[in-house]
């Protein structure tokens, strides 16, 4: 069976600086994995890979057993929007289109790119403001939406795409704490329903409870890879076991 | 002061606003699209026509209105080799000015209306799968032009005072009447109508604007 996702090598410096060095790990569908690390280990840079939005300096990076990027360059325009179709991101500070109504921002690229009909985007806009529990702002802007709200829209809208990969860049880093549970059982309904999931969160009790595994991340490197239980529980290095002590005194 | 002269002065001066008008629509509608290609080609990355945008604007930015008006009404036509074929009727000229002159204007504010948008608005576009154009015309122009808004505004009131410059290469406007006015009968009531008038243009000015900016606040 071919992973969802196949990571080999990935590799990416600015001049001396290694950002990623020799990133490899594989995904299975239906995956849920939280990334987890110190600022600065690499893990938004080695997600936003997956997706197209860094450039790389070496390795191969395949979705769904086709080739996104082969010994450090990206496949031609075509192969890419073919392969990143399949993959819908949400961002820390959201990224919704401040000019359009919530509605507008979901049904935007479908409407646009005009797969389907007009109708039945419509359908699957209620139907996922339905699911995230904001049918009532419909026609609210973002401007009006709290910031678990803005993220939760977020969300729905990548789902419009109907995407077998989700990844999460720190989905609530940017929200006051008392709105992050709102977004992360969202999250947690997703990888009930299956959903191939890459999550880089600080939130550890969300990646204990939700992930099948847990990359910690140091260094530009997956320098610990395991199930909850191994890495929370019994982690092997002790950077990791550092790294967790101390986020769990500041959180 | 009688009704008799108020509407007789009055009558030229309103005869000059209409030139005052036409010229500020022309280069209004002209300049503001121009601009906007101006911006576009000071972000491409096609090197020689990104300089040319830039070597424009700091042109037009760095020289006085009243230097490239008098300029292109009288200076094009000494042109050496190309003079003979540069000739304007004034009104021409002076509008072919007024137009490069704030298209430069608006190149930049267009431009600052850009930079101000986050780049994750084109990551998030790209992700959903739009390509370069469809992103720049759904997602990236509709936010400049709100950014820009205000300062389109502030222009267009500036605009409609330049127009006044007509007065320097005698194209008859508004300003024009009102000093001839002045000079023949020593008062300064044309002065007073022609400031009244420049007003009620920038009232509606700031009305429209206004009304534009409400229906564009996405709140």
């Known amino acids: 069976m071919t992973h969802i996702i196949e990571v080999n090598q990935l590799r990416k410096s600015f001049g001396t600086l290694d950002v990623l060095k020799q990133v490899s790990f594989n995904v299975e569908p239906g ?44 496949a031609g325009a075509a192969d890419i929007r073919k392969i990143t179709d399949r993959m819908g991101m949400v961002f820390q500070h959201f990224n919704l289109f401040p000019h359009l109504t919530v509605q507008a921002n979901l049904e935007l690229a479908p409407k646009t790119l005009k797969k389907e009909s007009s109708a039945i985007i419509r359908q699957r806009s209620l139907e996922l403001l339905g699911k995230v529990g904001l049918s009532d702002k419909a026609d609210a802007y973002p401007a009006n939406l709290s910031g678990g709200q803005k993220q939760r829209v977020a969300i729905a809208r990548a789902l419009m795409m109907q995407p077998e990969i989700l990844l999460f860049d720190e989905p609530t880093s940017a929200l006051d704490p008392e709105l ?30 939700v992930a099948d595994r847990v990359f910690f991340m140091d260094n530009g490197e997956i320098a610990e890879a395991g199930t909850p239980e191994q890495i929370f529980g019994n982690a092997k290095l002790s950077r990791t076991r550092t790294f967790l002590q101390r986020v769990e005194v500041e959180g | 002061m009688s009704w008799e002269y108020l509407l007789g002065v009055m009558k030229p001066m309103l005869e000059g606003a209409q030139t005052t008008i036409f010229l500020f629509l022309l280069a209004i509608i002209v300049s503001v699209p121009l601009g906007f290609g101006v911006t576009l080609l000071m972000k ?97 122009i509709p936010q400049m032009f709100r950014v820009a808004l205000p300062a389109t505004a502030n222009e267009s009131i500036s605009l409609i005072k330049d127009t006044a410059l007509l007065y320097a290469v005698a194209v008859p406007e508004l300003l024009h009447y009102a000093q001839a006015a002045v000079n023949r009968d020593f008062r300064l009531t044309p002065f007073l109508i022609a400031a009244i008038m420049y007003l009620l243009m920038t009232m509606v000015l700031t009305f429209f604007f206004k009304a534009l900016e409400k229906r564009y606040t996405f709140e």
């Open chain 1, 31 to 74: 995956e849920v994995i939280a990334v987890i690390g110190p600022s600065g280990s690499g893990k938004s840079t080695m997600l936003r890979s997956l997706i197209h939005l860094e450039d790389i300096s070496g390795g191969t990076i395949r979705i769904q057993g086709q080739a996104l990027a082969e010994n450090g360059s990206y």
């Open chain 1, 180 to 209: 992050t549970g709102e977004v992360l059982r969202v999250i947690k309904q997703l990888a009930q329903e299956n959903m191939t999931m890459m999550i880089v969160t600080h939130e550890m009790s969300f990646a204990r409870d």
């Open chain 2, 44 to 140: 491409s990355r096609f090197n020689p026509l990104a300089w040319i945008a830039h070597t424009y604007v700091y042109v037009m930015r760095g020289t006085p209105l009243m230097l490239q008006l008098l300029f292109f009404c009288f200076g094009l036509p000494l042109l050496p080799g190309v003079g003979e074929y540069l000739v304007f009727d004034r009104f021409t000229a002076a509008a072919l000015a007024f137009i490069l002159n704030y298209g430069a204007y608006f190149a930049e504010i267009f431009r600052g209306g850009l930079l101000s948008i986050d780049k994750g608005q084109h990551e998030a576009a790209q992700v959903l799968g739009l390509s370069k154009w469809q992103t720049m015309t759904k997602v990236i």
